[in-house]
């Protein structure tokens, strides 16, 4: 239990960090008019992102593109879908129009097919905030964070559904009101689709390599197998490299166990070995901490205040890459 002066100390760092926050945001907004339209911006991303991945898709399609290079390119623009779900799980888009706010929360499951639906993710990410840190987060937990078992966590972190599959009985025992059933159904129908491609594809590829698989194949299913051919090339491999990289990165983030403050859910991440999972990610490690001092912010404006924040939370006691954190399990360090 942390001491009483602590907890002073602890709560004064706080508010000095979120002062900071709000101030840089709010010199950015005076000087800029064009953020108060706010709606229109995160509308504009979302068409944005929408339409590279279509157009980068359709390159491919007409083998413009190499296979390779649309994976990359549509896994970094994926990772932007990630950051507007982040942004209307906060209703910080349109969310006196619930049409339009209903929508985009439609469009970013669409574009990242491999999570649960926005709704229902909706309600584990604002839990998320009042217990990180604890075996209560399942948000965190669903992604890697609290195992110590390196090849455990790299499934989780890698295959969300084997990874609900594997410590389904752990959840059940140590979170409350945890059910396998809300989270399986949550993903159907768009990462039940997901799924049903991509261990498809593992499994006919991986017949391929032991039998002449396409002699057993009535011709009718070729057309099938040619569109799961190219899903994986435009939405699966890509997601699968934007969600490995992003829960990577959260899951080493965020500690799990000995967090009694605010101040001690997470650690900024800036370490140059993580460069190339932040590509896939939109710079999340460096980025996420804001968040968690001041929530309802849009993702573009943490990401343009982050290098003077950054400063100020590491002057205010914040860990930087603690990297040894993972070696036991995320544990805050006490």
């Not at 900024?268 to 932040?278: A, C, D, E, G, R």
Request: charged letters at 15%; a positive charge.
């Amino acid at each position: 239990m942390t001491d009483v002066p602590m907890r002073d100390k602890l709560r004064e760092q706080t508010r000095v960090i979120i002062q900071a926050i709000r101030s840089e945001e709010q010199m950015l907004r005076d000087k800029y008019a064009f953020l108060s339209h706010q709606n229109t911006i995160g509308m504009l991303i979302l068409l944005f992102s929408a339409s590279t991945m279509i157009g980068l898709g359709s390159l491919y399609y007409y083998e413009i593109l190499p296979a390779w290079l649309v994976i990359l390119l549509i896994a970094m623009v994926a990772s932007i879908s990630h950051e507007l779900e982040h942004d209307l799980i906060h209703r910080q888009y349109f969310s006196k129009m619930p049409l339009i706010h209903n929508f985009m929360m439609l469009m970013v499951w669409l574009m990242r097919p491999n999570t649960v639906n926005p709704w229902f993710r909706r309600h584990m990410h604002l839990h998320h905030h009042q217990v990180s840190g604890t075996e209560q987060d399942l948000e965190e937990r669903l992604v890697g964070n609290g195992i110590k078992n390196p090849l455990k966590r790299l499934i989780v972190i890698m295959d969300g559904l084997l990874g609900l599959v594997l410590f389904r009985k752990v959840y059940e025992k140590e979170i409350k009101g945890f059910s396998f059933g809300k989270v399986f159904h949550a993903a159907f129908p768009i990462a039940t689709c997901y799924f049903v491609v991509l261990y498809t594809m593992i499994g006919y590829h991986g017949l391929g390599l032991f039998l002449p698989i396409e002699s057993y194949i009535p011709a009718m299913f070729s057309p099938v197998i040619s569109a799961f051919e190219f899903l994986m090339v435009v939405l699966v491999l890509p997601n699968i490299i934007r969600s490995t990289s992003l829960n990577f990165v959260t899951s080493s983030m965020h500690y799990y166990g000995g967090v009694s403050h605010l101040h001690q859910q997470t650690h900024v991440i800036t370490s140059k070995w993580f460069m190339p999972f932040h590509l896939f990610c939109f710079n999340f490690g460096k980025t996420h901490t804001i968040h968690h001092f001041v929530p309802n912010q849009p993702f573009y404006i943490r990401q343009w205040i982050s290098h003077k924040v950054n400063k100020v939370m590491k002057q205010q006691g914040v860990r930087f890459n603690d990297l040894e954190s993972l070696k036991n399990a995320n544990a805050f360090p006490g």
